[in-house]
């Protein structure tokens, strides 16, 4: 069965950095377009950042341009999310997604699949 595993999250001060990593268990995840959400305790889980398949095409949250990076590895099968300058306001638990098209991500249609997700903590 197709697996999304989030790694890297942890607790932070603010201005901090982090670097999530998303391992792909199958191949065919390396052909797809494949996005970052996230959810904060109590909201709803929120768009981040998306990558095509190549990684030549990225689209960001306005809450996270200029500091967040989307890209990914195909020869390794894994995403990563860099996160510089860090706010309290990132503190959520950050989800890979896979399994839709770059155009419905940034519609917000959910992903057809899910990692179990990594908690990221800022703290001011």
């Known amino acids: 069965q197709a697996q999304l595993v989030e790694s890297g999250g942890g607790l932070v001060q603010t201005g901090g950095s982090l670097r999530l990593s998303c391992a792909a268990s199958?191949?065919?995840?390396?052909?797809?377009?494949m996005s970052w959400f996230r959810q904060a305790t109590g909201k709803e889980r929120e768009f981040v950042a998306v990558?095509?398949?190549?990684?030549?095409?990225?689209d960001y949250a306005d809450s996270v341009k200029g500091r967040f990076t989307i890209s990914r590895d195909n020869d390794r099968n894994t995403m990563y999310l860099q996160m510089n300058s860090l706010k309290p306001e990132d503190t959520a638990v950050y989800y890979c997604g896979a399994g839709t098209t770059y155009d419905d991500v940034i519609t917000g249609v959910p992903a057809k699949y899910w990692g179990q997700g990594t908690q990221v903590i800022v703290s001011s």
């Open positions: 990558i095509s398949w190549n990684g030549v095409r990225t």
């Open positions: 199958e191949r065919t995840f390396t052909t797809s377009t």
